[in-house]
């Protein structure tokens, strides 16, 4: 656990508020519930393997006793069923849902020649279809609370990755589903923005993607690989009072790294 975040932050500014976090045991979705768990927010991790869940929830629990963490395994964002059933069990357990972070996402490396339909379409499944499955779920608590939805996107849409032209798909359709819902809901009070993380250590994404890490972080005009911290930290600005004008953005979190553009 870091209180990194009680340097830049007050202990409770979320004090009283709920998240829930779809791919919330994963690694930087888990740690977007810890530092919003610092800050005195309950929340509700849902993730696919039950025991990784229980063990994420087991973690978070010891931080605050003001604070309540449940989590749900064995969640499928694909399916609107099992999404709704989670909300429906965490507005029961936590009282009510204020914010909600879709960071559920699936991904592998794979050339055209050798991903099939059924693979393109997994991938947006997850990741698109499951960010609006979140969403669609929640609403009435978004609504009836003046939430604030947060999705998990990406900076590989801004030019051509090879062998991620499933996830560059659905992470664009991220965006404009962002972009559509923060107009739409802003007459209700409901804020929506997107954080586009860039390369960041130590996640399962990157490492797939870049196995020399050294060499790449020279690539980035901040001269180092961004940290789980970075995001967690977009995330509590992005929740906060803070940004309550700030709806319909995409923040990218990538150490400038995109607007080197060919130069890399
Ligand atoms: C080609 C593949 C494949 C691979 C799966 N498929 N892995 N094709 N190369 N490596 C194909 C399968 O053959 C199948 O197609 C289809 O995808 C569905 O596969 P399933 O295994 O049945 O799907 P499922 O069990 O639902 O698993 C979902 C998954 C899984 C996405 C495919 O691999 C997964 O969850 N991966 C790990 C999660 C992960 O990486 N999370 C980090 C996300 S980071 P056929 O035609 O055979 O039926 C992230 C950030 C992006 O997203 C930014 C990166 C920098």
Known sequence: MSNVYLETWKPDIFKGKVCLITGGSGTICSKQAEALVILGC???ILGR???VVEKKVKELSQIRSDVRVIGYGGCDVRSF????????????????IDFLVCGAAGNF???FNHMS?????????IDLIGSFNAVKACFEQ?????????????????YGVPFQSHVGAAKAGIDALSNALAVEFGPLGVRVNCIAPGPIGD?????KLVPNKRDFARKIPMQRLGSVHDIANATIYLFSDAASFITGTVQVVDGGFWQMGNFN
């Open 203 to 207: 996640t399962e994404g990157f490492n």
């Open 117 to 125: 339909s059924n693979a393109f379409k997994t991938v947006v499944d």
């Open 81 to 96: 069923q099992s999404m709704s059933d989670i909300v429906k069990k965490t507005v029961n357990e936590l009282g009510k």
């Open 142 to 158: 978004l609504r009836a609370n003046k939430g604030s939805v947060i999705f998990i996107s990406s900076t590989l849409h801004y």
């Open 109 to 111: 490396l794979a050339d």
């Open 49 to 51: 393997e039950q025991e």
């Open 42 to 44: 309950s929340v509700s």
